[in-house]
């Protein structure tokens, strides 16, 4: 622009030596015509009185146009044809007069008749006209012919070779490049062509590396003015945004802000174009605003161009104005339904409103129109993956790679959808493909997929270093954080897991899988409050995520907050039905709410999707125990043992069933074979103590309980070793006992109290056990110990019955039933209160109210209680054989 006036001022000195001189009268009007068009009409006149000209005449109806004077321009165009008709320099500067006046289709057939079979240049003119008006596959066939009509011409080279690209037929503008290289290998647009190539094809190091060439070899006054430069630095700005370079990409956007300032003026023609290249230095410097005002006044001054309709389109989009930026796509592809980049925006705008038919439907059509470009069916990919429809997701995957085989998203594209898919072979497939190329091999994407990969097959080590190495290229990747943080869970480097987290939530602060580590973090090391408020949070940011439910439900378990822990797994089965993991989890809520047989279903579901397993065994055997199915319970821990040989925490809880089914010697000999195994022995003397008390091997008895309280002061071996002294008649020995464990902080203080309780009814002293129950009671409700669950209630009752206090037995155990204990439980509890007052008929109706079922028929309290129920009655005959059935157990 700062030429042009050069050249003007030059003229000006010419034209005062030589006023008549007609060439440079009309150089001078051609010249002013982009700035001055008054001026530029009193040249051209000037020149045409003088010596009329098509030349002339054509120029001064672009003057004309310049001035809004239509029908004068009309008047003078019309009188250069006449002068001229079949000239094709004419045509061509008439056709040149109609592309200025953007009727593209008018100067398109101008053009045609102005084409001769060996005229290169009225050929390139052509397809920079099919180029302007949007006809990209036209202009790439034209400047192709144009250029292979001379080969000597580098420009024209270059732009067939762009038009082709703009196509997306690399490999025929690959042979136009090679052409021009061959005559000058340093070109910036050859470069600048290479970059494009390069970022188009997702080869993002060498679109840099093609782009940065091309600016260090821009000349001074570059031919395509000063917006070009401009338009270079900002493809640079994205490149390095997209390899999230932010030291790069601020250099170039500043560059970019430098050139802006170089302009002085703008000529008309060029003011939308400059306004929509200052719009995007406005939006990457967030100054949404400026730029929003920059496009509305570009696209008032060229309301019908495409690519100022785009940048709006996309800073609506940007600025979360997604259904006006719809708008402006589909208006784009009204103008050009085969737009490239409208199609795309289209297809990925409707993925971002889970619109996931229209998405698709973009992206097959794009796929369609251009079946060479591998985009659409990455794209396909992508869209079919997160619909979880993984067959189609690997069909397009395999037609991106065989279009764009260099292409490292394809590749990682493909690999995450197996690993979606749970197909580790067809992932492994995918890395093979990297591992023969180091440029696909090195992709970020690529190595973070590879990452997760071995997670998959277990090799958490090699998956953790890679990860550390995948955030060194990507440290804002959504994903690569998380991977990394769970490779660090399994290898129980948990202090490193919570470092990643607290360095990327600021970064990351709407993703749900931090909070989601978090809490197993916290988990981990214990802070289960803290584990609650991360899986909330995390719900927080999804609700509908069935993991965080599950596992804040676990948590909720551990916390003995029963209701709500089951409200979550419920939730998480609502959302995954088939969800094993929640399935046993509302198992294990159900139990500790002491609802067993719904329990016994949820457990069983469990086990039916995910087989059987310790877990499945072992809350089992409680559901079983809970109902006093003791026989059940042993076989379920023997099934567990089989599964876990040497856990001691199984072995304990089988020998407390083998105890409680009165088969003390089958108790110790359990506890024996887990002497040794873990740092439980304590526990397991204290059991053996209680077994050895029951079989009057007072020695035994009492070797088992020094060994107990040998190494260990927690307050359940002291109530247990006090249970087996009161056994063996030691009551002081027991009173101390419950003393000492009532001493420790960390006490069961209600368990305590009920123990106390059962020794002083077992003294006689009725007054002081019911006490006992009552301070234990208390200390709960004022949060001196731990709340009461329905067992203690039971326990309770048990104690009440024992001191013939049988009326608030019946309380106890309706009261139990009310916070949730098992109804069999409670229904033999109540029976055996009746039949205590005397009252065997309503005994024996509670009792036949359960049923005679299998389960009934396995239970030794139950049994007992209907033998008393028929021998109240005197019906000696069915009150033998109900004894009979329970010694039997």
Known sequence: MGRQAEARDVLQKVLAANPRSVNDLQLAGEISLNTDPSAALNFLKRAEALQPSARSELLIARAYQRLNQAQASKQFLDRAQARAPRDPNVLRAVASFYRDAKQYDLAIATLQKAVSGKDPGALSELGYTYQLAGKKKQAADTYAKAAGMNANDSGLQLSAAQALVNVGQFDRAATFLQHAEARDANNYRLHAIRGQIASLQARNQDAIREYRTAIEHLPDGVPEGPLYPISLHLSLFELYRGADDQAGAERELAAARNELGKITGVEDSSKPEFLRLRASVEAASNDVAAAEKDLKEALALDPGNLNIMLSYANLLWKINRQPEAMQFYSKALEMDPTNHSALTAMGYLSREILDQKAAEKYFTKLSTLYPNDYVPFIALGDLYTSTREFARAQANYEKAHQLAPNNPLVVSGGTNAALEAHELPVAKRWLDRADADPRINQSPQVMRERERYLTWTGHYAESAALGYKVLEKLPRDPEAPVYLAYDLLFLDKYDEAAQIVEKYQPILPRDKDLRLIAGYVHVHSGQLREAVTDFSNALELDPKVPTAYMNRGFVLNDLKEGDKA??????????????????????????????????????????????????????????????????????????????????????????????????????????????????????????????????????????????????????????????????????????????????????????????????????????????????????????????????????????????????????????????????EAVSIGLANAYLALGETQSAGQLLRSMGNTPESSENYEYLIALGNVYRQQQDTVQALAAFARANRL
């Not at 379920?636 to 001691?648: F, G, M, S, T």
């Not at 009173?735 to 077992?762: G, I, K, N």
């Open 566 to 823: 089951a409200k979550d797994f419920e939730t998480a089965i609502k959302l995954r039905p088939n969800y094993a993991e929640a399935h046993l989890g509302l198992g294990y809520a159900y139990l500790q709410l002491h609802r067993a047989k719904p329990a016994l279903k949820e457990i069983n579901m469990a086990a039916k999707l995910k087989g059987e397993s310790k877990a499945t065994h072992l809350a089992r055997a409680e559901a079983y125990r809970q109902q006093i199915l003791l026989r059940q319970a042993e076989s379920e821990y023997r099934a567990a043992l089989k599964i876990a040989p040497n856990d001691v925490t199984t072995r304990l809880a089988l020998a407390d069933t083998l105890y409680r089914l009165h088969r003390y010697g089958e108790s110790i000999d359990v506890l024996k074979s887990a002497i040794g195994l873990s740092q439980q022995d304590s526990f397991v003397y204290a059991q053996m103590a209680r077994a050895y008390a029951q079989l009057h091997q007072r020695d035994e008895a009492l070797k088992a309980i020094a060994a107990a309280e040998k190494h260990s002061t927690d307050p359940r071996i002291f109530i247990a070793t006090g249970e087996a002294l009161l056994t063996l008649g030691d009551h002081q020995a027991a009173m101390d006992h419950y003393a000492r464990a009532l001493e420790s902080s960390d006490a069961d203080r209600v368990q305590t109290r009920l123990a106390l309780a059962r020794l002083f009814a077992h003294e006689g002293r009725r007054d002081e056990a019911q006490q006992q129950i009552a301070l234990g009671f208390a200390e709960a409700r004022v949060g001196e110990a731990n709340p009461i669950t329905p067992q203690n209630l039971l326990e309770a009752a048990d104690v009440l019955m024992s001191i013939e206090q049988f009326d608030l037995a019946k309380k106890y155990f309706e009261r139990a039933l009310a916070e949730g204990a098992d109804q």
